[in-house]
Structures are given as structure tokens and as C-alpha cells.
Nanobody, 122 residues
Framework: QVQLEESGGGLVQAGGSLRLSCAASISIFSLNPMAWYRQAPGKQRELVARISSGGGRNYADSVKGRFTISVDNAMNMMFLQMNSLKPEDTAVYYC????????????????WGQGTLVTVSS
């Protein structure tokens, strides 16, 4: 079973930085795209940033210029560098990936990590 595991969440003051990591149990070459979502208390889960296998990136307007998504193919990991954090960035952050069909499975599969909590104090 393919697993995604986040780490790096925690408590930080406004204006600070955090780096989230997502470790995949398989080669991330087989995952496309990969993304970070977040869910704040009482709100719907929302897309934060997405990266495709071709290197294309897109970001939510609320994080553009502050967050950067990247991958390390050799380590099978994805990262989210978060700078200039604001209290409104407080949420559980989830790693997400799409596994296209292949010899292992004839269907697309959407994968989720368990989430990591980011709390930004004012």
C-alpha cells in the first residue's frame, strides 16, 4: 500500500518560517501531480500548491510569493517551504498525490497523508 507521510509542522510566530516534508513509500516519478492542501478549523480543505512531473507549479493566491513547493526525486520527497507565515495560515497541512494507472493498478488513485498541524501565533 502506497503511503505518504508528512512532517515538519509546529508552532511558529507570525513572520516566521517552516518547512514541511512529505515522504512517499514509492518513487515519486510514479506520482503526478503532487500537492499540498490545508484545512483550517471550520473550513473546507483547500489547495495550497501543486507540482507536476514536468516541473510546473501553481499556488493559491493567498500563499503566492511566500510558499514554495519542491520535490527531491532521489529521496522520494516533496517539500513546502513556508515563509512570512500569518495567523491565517494556521491549519492541518496534507500531502496529496495522484498515482496514474499502470501495471500495478488499472485506475487512477488519489493518495493522502495523515496531515501535520501548523499553528501560527500573532
Amino acid at each position: 500500500q502506497v503511503q505518504l507521510e508528512e512532517s515538519g509542522g509546529g508552532l511558529v510566530q507570525a513572520g516566521g518560517s517552516l518547512r514541511l516534508s512529505c515522504a512517499a513509500s514509492i518513487s515519486i516519478f510514479s506520482l503526478n501531480p503532487m500537492a499540498w492542501y490545508r484545512q483550517a478549523p471550520g473550513k473546507q480543505r483547500e489547495l495550497v500548491a501543486r507540482i507536476s512531473s514536468g516541473g510546473g507549479r501553481n499556488y493559491a493566491d493567498s500563499v503566492k510569493g511566500r510558499f514554495t513547493i519542491s520535490v527531491d526525486n532521489a529521496m522520494n520527497m516533496m517539500f513546502l517551504q513556508m515563509n512570512s507565515l500569518k495567523p491565517e495560515d494556521t491549519a492541518v497541512y496534507y500531502c496529496n498525490a495522484i498515482r496514474p494507472p499502470g501495471p500495478h493498478d488499472p485506475r487512477f488513485r488519489e493518495l493522502w497523508g495523515q496531515g501535520t498541524l501548523v499553528t501560527v501565533s500573532s
